[in-house]
């Protein structure tokens, strides 16, 4: 089974919402979180990345992390179409080593 | 600074052919990542090499699957013995140590 879940698998939001994705890890043994965005025919570009419990943010973007339950979500306010991609989640016990990644959640922001 | 190479773009080949897949990392970055993508099983490692050496393989199917880093310019994937569950979009990231990965545009194998 995926050692990186997350949810909801698709989402829609209007634009100039707020889109608020999940993911989790059941590996316990890890200690970076990364967020991806996925335009689709393309590859994945790395988003934000977080160690620290607590919030990061850049821009619209806002990543929060609970290390106790290996817990990372992802929010962007004032959506734009333009963000409509394919997220992925992705966690590994150090920065340098390779990361596993979870299925992904597909956001569509409808104008 | 062209971002990480990987040549082909797509592959096609039959059931049973070898197929070798190329990554040219980003100039300076010591840590070279192969992962494979799917709709059904999403984005899966593979196996990634650090200053040339391979440092972990856990993700390779053993008996199909190779991979090599002869120079710090580039890495090879190779595929023996093709299958139909092999056609995937293969990608390769390549980081400096501790950093982002920066992931190319990819290769679609398609074996028929």
């Known amino acids: 089974q995926q050692k990186v879940q997350q949810s909801p698998e698709s989402l829609i939001v209007p634009e100039g919402g707020m889109a608020s994705l999940n993911c989790t890890s059941s590996?316990?043994?890890?200690?970076y979180f990364w967020w991806y965005r996925q335009h689709s025919g393309k590859s994945p570009k790395m988003l934000m990345?977080?160690?620290?419990?607590g919030e990061k943010e850049e821009g619209r973007f806002t990543v929060h992390l609970n290390k106790a339950s290996l817990h990372t979500s992802l929010h962007i306010r004032d959506s734009q179409p333009s963000d409509s991609a394919l997220y992925l989640c992705a966690a590994s016990p150090n920065s340098g080593t390779y990361q596993r990644f979870g299925t992904g959640t597909k956001l569509q922001v409808v104008p | 600074n062209a971002g990480v190479i990987q040549t082909p773009r797509h592959k096609v080949t039959g059931k049973g052919q070898e197929a070798t897949l190329w990554c040219e990392p980003i100039s300076g970055h010591s840590a070279v990542f192969w992962y494979r993508q799917t709709i059904v099983q999403g984005l899966e490692f593979l196996t990634y090499?650090?200053?040339?050496?391979?440092?972990?393989d856990s993700g390779m199917p053993k008996e199909r699957f190779s991979a090599q880093m002869p120079n710090q310019s580039h890495s090879t994937l190779k595929i023996q013995s093709t299958q139909p569950q092999d056609s995937a979009v293969y990608l390769c990231?390549?980081?400096?140590?501790?950093?982002?990965?920066?992931f190319g545009p990819g290769t679609r194998l398609t074996v028929l």
């Open positions: 990231a390549s980081s400096r140590q501790g950093y982002e990965q920066y």
């Open positions: 090499f650090r200053n040339q050496a391979p440092i972990d």
């Open positions: 990345s977080i160690f620290s419990n």
């Open positions: 590996d316990r043994n890890v200690d």
